[in-house]
Nanobody, 122 residues
Framework: QVQLVESGGALVQPGGSLRLSCVTS????????IGWFRQAPGKEREGVLC????????YDLDSVKGRFTASKNIAKNTVYLQMNNLKPEDTAVYYC???????????????WGQGTQVTVSS
């Protein structure tokens, strides 16, 4: 069955970096896109960025452009979210998800991980 498990969240100071991991099961990363989302306290969940089966990245948030990048290791069934120059407003629970489509787009994401907490604070 399809499973996604995030890890790597932590407390980090402003300006710091983190790399989140999303380990997938029954999801071929060379066939399907993976999206990263986040939900801050009291706010709705929002899309951050997506990496397609062909390694193309689509950013859903202008505020993370130039700071966040996505990559993947197909052999390890793992997608990464590298986050640099973190800001307090990046504090949120971060999720990976898949719609089982090859490309990124406005699809219904049916499969989600449990989330990992990122807190940016001094």
């Amino acid at each position: 069955q399809v499973q996604l498990v995030e890890s790597g969240g932590a407390l980090v100071q402003p300006g710091g970096s983190l790399r989140l991991s999303c380990v997938t099961s029954e999801v071929s990363l060379d066939r399907f896109a993976i999206g990263w989302f986040r939900q801050a306290p009291g706010k709705e969940r929002e899309g951050v960025l997506c990496i397609s089966a062909n390694d193309g990245s689509t950013y859903d948030l202008d505020s993370v452009k130039g700071r966040f990048t996505a990559s993947k290791n197909i052999a390890k069934n793992t997608v990464y979210l590298q986050m640099n120059n973190l800001k307090p407003e990046d504090t949120a629970v971060y999720y990976c998800a898949t719609s089982l489509h090859r490309n990124c787009g406005s699809y219904e994401y049916d499969f989600w991980g449990q989330g990992t907490q990122v807190t940016v604070s001094s």
